[in-house]
């Protein structure tokens, strides 16, 4: 099992170091690049203020998040859920600031950068001079976003995973060697009135929100391997092909 977190997070505002916080969490598992089903969704009170701006960007109020849990209460739950397991992240700077700034107010040791695999700039080197926001790349590679009325943590984490997957090369339908887990339709459960990026620092090649660091996405292929039929079809086709690059010595 090859496992990841895809993670995002909506915030108060841009910066940690002016005080602002995390007031939503969205991860989902992959395995073998494949969302398994399992999901972390939490909306945190930030005890403070939310900028304007970032309310514009996704939706959250503190009358919304004044009655859920702070971050204290719910980092065990974060952490136990990535474990050391590889992060997925639009712009990984961001949000690892963020997560960082709140396990540094409990004393607890920081997540390394190392663990973050950003999307961005693999975005970036794979299409030069285009736009890398998760709408952009939504829209290159054809996944539906169009439930994506403002941010959200878990509906971007959801676009980002189909993302990822597309930048990696895209997924050959039946060609893999693993069995994918049988659990692959991540749940789309986020309200209507979400939004993602709250707090994002402005960037020609994100969203065109002042706040939004984000690119979106979502398809997912088939999770089933191959029948031996159709491996014995496929080895004959391919048999068939005169001085195949992969054939020579």
């Known amino acids: 099992m090859t496992r990841e977190i895809v993670?995002?997070?909506?915030?108060?505002?841009?910066?940690?170091?002016?005080?602002?916080?995390?007031?939503?969490?969205?991860?989902?598992?992959?395995?073998?690049?494949?969302?398994?089903?399992?999901?972390?969704?939490?909306?945190?009170?930030?005890?403070?203020?939310?900028?304007?701006?970032?309310?514009?960007?996704?939706?959250?109020?503190?009358?919304?998040?004044?009655?859920?849990?702070?971050?204290?209460?719910?980092?065990?739950?974060?952490?136990?859920?990535?474990?050391?397991?590889?992060?997925?992240?639009?712009?990984?700077?961001?949000?690892?600031?963020?997560?960082?700034?709140?396990?540094?107010?409990?004393?607890?040791?920081?997540?390394?950068?190392?663990?973050?695999?950003?999307?961005?700039?693999?975005?970036?080197?794979?299409?030069?001079?285009?736009?890398?926001?998760?709408?952009?790349?939504?829209?290159?590679?054809?996944?539906?976003?169009?439930?994506?009325?403002?941010?959200?943590?878990l509906i971007d984490a959801d676009l980002l995973a189909a993302v990822y997957v597309e930048l990696l090369g895209g997924r050959q339908p039946g060609l893999s060697l693993e069995t994918a887990s049988a659990q692959n339709n991540p749940a789309q459960n986020n309200p209507a009135r979400h939004a993602q990026g709250a707090g994002r620092p402005a960037d020609s090649d994100m969203d065109n929100d002042a706040f939004s660091l984000r690119a979106d996405s979502t398809r997912f292929e088939r999770p089933h391997e191959p029948t031996p039929d159709e491996r014995a079809a496929h080895a004959t086709l391919v048999a068939r092909i005169p001085d195949a690059i992969w054939s020579r010595s």
């Open 7 to 153: 993670l995002d997070t909506e915030t108060t505002g841009i910066d940690p170091k002016d005080g602002h916080r995390i007031i939503e969490i969205g991860a989902l598992e992959m395995d073998n690049h494949m969302p398994t089903g399992k999901q972390l969704h939490l909306y945190i009170n930030p005890e403070r203020d939310i900028d304007a701006g970032a309310v514009a960007i996704h939706g959250l109020t503190s009358e919304f998040l004044a009655d859920k849990p702070v971050f204290a209460d719910i980092v065990d739950e974060f952490l136990n859920f990535v474990g050391d397991s590889p992060m997925v992240i639009h712009n990984a700077p961001f949000d690892m600031g963020f997560v960082n700034a709140e396990l540094a107010r409990l004393a607890r040791a920081p997540l390394p950068m190392t663990q973050a695999v950003d999307t961005l700039p693999m975005a970036r080197k794979k299409f030069p001079g285009a736009q890398a926001n998760l709408n952009a790349l939504c829209r290159r590679f054809e996944i539906d976003n169009s439930h994506r009325d403002l941010h959200g943590a």
